[in-house]
């Protein structure tokens, strides 16, 4: 069966209807780097097409970029059948990691030099596929405007391919789309928060031809656990034969055409589990029931 595929917003490039968050190689209880390099090359072979990760993606300020490093690392390694030229890098910058904590800074100087800097992880012989500023302003320090500026010098010297967003609401998207294209949102969708479908980032997407991909999936590390003792879950993941895990990701990709969940994976067996979950279609019913459904 073939891998389903989308658009990346109006581009032609198409990516994977999952991707692979590489949040959990990168942070504090991260596998060693063997092990994460094996987890990005499994991937590569199942046919995944998009790595999601950010210069944040780190222990600290003096471990920035490590997840850019690996993912490049992983692909100049890789000898398997899929073509390393297809894979998209999405990577983010706009949080800085003082002694592991997580800030937001989007000083448009910082930004500059963060964007060069993940141009360097990845290689720096071509432009980053995919920079998403990491957050929307937390104060008045800096206008979107100026964060943008930056942002859109990198897209003209050719150190940035197509932009996007996250935790952005539709009014700071469509100011974005003033200062350069946008061709993605990444916000947090899952069955404990549902905020995208009822604040109108999901629908502009969809209306606007971008492409939502939707964060911590299962609900990050501390609620992730609680799906396999749902018993709604347990039943239909029975009825389908396939994990609790399966039946979220295969619910969040029903929810429309144009939303790409990036799960983390830190072990080869869950980026294989999360992959079946684009070829597993649950019955209307079966959707409808998990969306009545109260997850806490």
């Known amino acids: 069966m073939e891998i389903s595929t989308i658009h990346l917003g109006h581009t032609d490039v198409r990516i994977t209807r999952i991707g692979l968050g590489s949040m959990p190689l990168s942070i504090h209880g991260r596998p060693i780097q063997e092990d994460a390099i094996n987890v990005i090359h499994r991937t590569l072979d199942l046919g995944i097409t998009l790595i999601d990760t950010a210069d944040a993606y780190c222990l600290d300020e003096n471990d920035?970029?490590?997840?850019?490093?690996?993912?490049?690392?992983?692909?100049?390694?890789?000898?398997?059948?899929?073509?390393?030229?297809?894979?998209?890098?999405?990577?983010?910058?706009?949080?800085?990691?003082?002694?592991?904590?997580?800030?937001?800074?989007?000083?448009?100087?910082?930004?500059?030099?963060?964007?060069?800097?993940?141009?360097?992880?990845?290689?720096?012989?071509?432009?980053?596929?995919?920079?998403?500023?990491?957050?929307?302003?937390?104060?008045?320090?800096?206008?979107?405007?100026?964060?943008?500026?930056?942002?859109?010098?990198?897209?003209?010297l050719n150190l940035i391919r197509y932009v996007g967003v996250s935790n952005f609401s539709v009014e700071q998207i469509q100011e974005a789309q003033t200062y350069v294209e946008i061709q993605s949102v990444q916000n947090v969708f899952n069955l404990f928060k549902r905020q995208a479908e009822t604040d109108g980032v999901l629908k502009y997407c969809e209306d606007n031809g971008l492409t939502f991909l939707a964060y911590s999936p299962m609900?990050?590390?501390?609620?992730?656990?609680?799906?396999?003792?749902?018993?709604?879950?347990?039943?239909?993941?029975?009825?389908?034969?396939?994990?609790?895990?399966?039946?979220?990701?295969?619910?969040?990709?029903?929810?429309?055409?144009?939303?790409?969940?990036?799960?983390?994976?830190?072990?080869?067996?869950?980026?294989?589990?999360?992959?079946?979950?684009?070829?597993?279609?649950?019955?209307?019913?079966?959707?409808?029931?998990?969306?009545?459904?109260?997850?806490?």
Request: aromatic share 8%.
């Open 64 to 156: 920035k970029n490590y997840s850019e490093l690996l993912i490049y690392q992983a692909l100049q390694t890789y000898q398997g059948p899929a073509n390393i030229n297809r894979i998209i890098i999405a990577t983010k910058g706009g949080l800085v990691r003082p002694g592991g904590a997580w800030q937001t800074d989007l000083n448009p100087c910082r930004l500059r030099q963060a964007i060069r800097k993940s141009y360097q992880s990845l290689g720096g012989q071509s432009p980053i596929p995919l920079w998403q500023i990491h957050n929307c302003p937390q104060d008045d320090k800096y206008t979107l405007k100026e964060i943008f500026e930056p942002i859109r010098e990198a897209v003209e």
């Open 219 to 296: 609900g990050g590390r501390r609620k992730h656990k609680k799906l396999n003792k749902e018993k709604l879950l347990i039943n239909l993941a029975q009825k389908y034969q396939c994990s609790t895990y399966c039946i979220v990701l295969a619910w969040i990709l029903s929810k429309s055409k144009c939303i790409v969940p990036i799960p983390g994976a830190s072990k080869i067996t869950s980026i294989e589990d999360s992959v079946k979950a684009m070829y597993l279609h649950l019955e209307q019913d079966d959707i409808q029931l998990i969306n009545n459904h109260k997850f806490t």
